[in-house]
């Protein structure tokens, strides 16, 4: 399951020169297939929210197919253009494509049957892999682009790659490469809900108001301050209605499906030092952008 992060597609170019073409030739395949991306993306988030005419889906079959192969050419062309490889994982991770999957449907006068309808689906690949190899790549390629390493992070937290997300976020906030206040901001909030996805809201906490000490007024921090103060009232609340389910569950509805309570507790035996070791955000990824 992806954690609650959503990545902005900044539509930036770095203009990284290619080798005998003029400046214009270089930025109109990136603008153009950005512009194909950016309508998909909003097309395909709409159509996850209700059904799409016969026309909408056929533009968003097209956009994907025409997009995604024009941008792996221009990615095989040049494949040291950091925006290329930026725009070729925003269409592998993060574009929709139309699937056609079969349900059950039931009505009062056919009964149950078989349909084929439509489905969106985020990403035009069925591992995301491929997408994250690219958006790494245009990191290497610009590595003092903030947004495309911000981008990066976003996308490795997205697909759950927790780790490493919060080794190159915290990699770019100790100035590697020198940020922006709002690119900072950007990676304080990031980590905030890295933190809030471990279950470790006073980390979160820490990271907005690090982020808040850039601009005290800024929007979107202070929106996620509220929201952390809202879910850190609602635990005790959910903690207690986890125990009472609990108590409701115990020995003795065991033994009346013929069942043996359990003896290990979650934190007892899930967790051991020998499976997981205790390897922190810093030790294991915090390198890879020094």
């Not at 395949?29 to 194909?36: K, Q, W």
């Not at 976020?169 to 020198?178: E, S, V």
């Not at 905030?192 to 007024?217: F, I, N």
Request: proline share 4%; net charge negative; charged share 25%.
């Amino acid at each position: 399951m992806r954690v609650a992060l959503v990545v902005t597609v900044l539509v930036t170019y770095a203009c990284v020169a290619w080798a005998g073409e003029p400046v214009e030739q270089q930025a109109a395949p990136i603008a153009s297939g950005m512009r194909d991306f950016e309508r998909n993306a909003a097309l395909g988030a709409v159509l996850e929210t209700r059904p799409g005419t016969p026309a909408e889906i056929g533009e968003l079959r097209l956009l994907a197919d025409r997009g995604l192969k024009a941008t792996q050419e221009l990615a095989a062309e040049h494949p040291e253009s950091a925006d290329a490889q930026y725009l070729l994982g925003s269409w592998l991770l993060y574009a929709y494509r139309v699937v056609e999957v079969e349900q059950i449907a039931f009505d009062a006068t056919r009964g149950a049957r078989t349909e084929t309808v439509n489905r969106m689906i985020q990403g035009l690949a069925d591992d995301p892999q491929a997408g994250l190899d690219a958006l790494k790549k245009a990191t290497e390629l610009a590595p003092g682009n903030g947004d495309y390493l911000l981008d990066y992070a976003a996308a490795l937290s997205d697909w759950d790659r927790t780790f490493q997300a919060a080794g190159v976020l915290k990699g770019i906030w100790a100035g590697q490469p020198a940020l922006s206040k709002e690119q900072r901001m950007r990676a304080g909030l990031l980590l905030s809900g890295l933190s809030e996805a471990q279950g470790d809201l006073a980390s979160a906490r820490e990271w907005v108001y690090s982020a808040l000490s850039l601009d005290p007024l800024a929007a979107e921090a202070v929106e996620h301050l509220r929201y952390l103060d809202a879910a850190e009232a609602a635990a005790p609340i959910l903690e207690e209605s986890y125990e009472a389910t609990g108590e409701e569950w115990g020995a003795e509805e065991y033994e009346e499906v013929g069942e043996e309570a359990p003896e290990e507790s979650y934190d007892e035996g899930s967790y051991d030092e020998e499976s997981y070791g205790e390897e922190s955000y810093d030790e294991g990824y915090g390198g890879e952008y020094q």
